[in-house]
């Protein structure tokens, strides 16, 4: 109860914030959810743009929750960038509230055009909101916040324009990277179980079978006979190793594990996948392309 009378106090001052006030110190104050978003904003926005971040690495965005101090970070941005399609489900009504008082906010899953998305009975939106496992969508996202970073800060719009161009270069070699090394794995091999249903952006563009022990949102369990049909599944197609995630609890994956020993099969866990969270800040993996060139290599080396 407390936290949601500070949350309407300072909503109900948002209205009388001056929209695209900068900062004293130049710099426009921008407000990012998942470390996806994070990492492809510092690219894009560089040394001009003040980025705070709301989630760390290993943070599930599914069940994340709004503290206090978080929405005071809200509250004193000039532009806030989520996800969108209720990846951050227990974010919405605070980002419903913050627009409809003129507060900004961006969805970068707008970017994309419905028609492309994957339908999920998970979420609200009725959409799979894993965006950022395509690159190709990625790339379209980074031009989209782009765009919007420019509409807020015009005096910078030139370096953001370089910085993106520079960034979706990136995003283009990483590209052709990943696919040469999808290329080492026989097409029968490419099958990947792994918690939860977090990976089938990435599938749909690299040409994996994707399967998640838990549905598509974390919030949802997974049941015995969800253990015992996947674990069958695992020995009809003599899968070699299954995939922890690194924002998922193990013991979903090492229940799925045993189960599959019990039956006289034996399956690896290959290793622990980044899915909706990028590492830890300043490692190689801390950052998006980082993130997915790790997957494709960890994937590929245990599948083969």
Request: proline share 2%; glycine share 8%.
């Amino acid at each position: 109860m407390k936290k949601y009378l500070i949350l309407v106090a300072l909503l109900a001052i948002v209205a009388c914030k001056n929209k695209s006030e900068k900062d004293p110190n130049g710099k426009l104050k921008v407000v990012t959810t998942t470390t996806m978003i994070t990492d492809m904003v510092q690219n894009i926005g560089g040394d001009v743009v003040e980025i705070q971040g709301l989630m760390g690495s290993g943070v599930d965005p599914h069940l994340y929750k709004a503290s206090e101090g978080d929405v005071s970070k809200l509250f004193n941005a000039d532009l806030v960038i989520y996800g969108g399609l209720h990846l951050e489900g227990k974010l919405v009504e605070i980002f419903e509230k913050m627009e409809s008082r003129g507060k900004k906010t961006i969805a970068v899953a707008d970017a994309i055009d419905t028609s492309e998305l994957i339908g999920s009975e998970y979420f609200a939106s009725n959409y799979d909101p894993h965006i950022w496992f395509n690159i190709g969508f990625w790339k379209k996202i980074t031009q989209y916040t782009t765009e919007k970073l420019k509409e807020q800060d015009p005096e910078n719009a030139d370096l953001f324009d370089k910085n993106s161009a520079a960034y979706i270069q990136k995003l283009e070699a990483l590209e052709k990277e990943i696919k040469q090394i999808i290329e080492t794995l026989p097409p029968e091999k490419r099958i990947l179980v792994t918690a939860h249903d977090a990976f089938n952006y990435f599938g749909n563009a690299y040409g994996f079978e994707v399967v998640g022990l838990q549905g598509i949102s974390t919030a949802t369990e997974a049941g015995v006979q969800d253990v015992q049909e996947l674990s069958n599944f695992i020995i009809d197609k003599k899968i070699k190793a299954i995939f922890v995630e690194t924002s998922v609890p193990r013991r979903t994956i090492e229940a799925l594990q045993s189960s599959v020993k019990s039956k006289g099969h034996d399956v690896a866990i290959g290793g622990s996948l980044y899915s909706d969270a990028l590492g830890n800040k300043g490692t190689v993996e801390g950052t998006y392309i980082g993130m997915f060139l790790f997957n494709v290599n960890t994937i590929v080396n245990a599948l083969k």
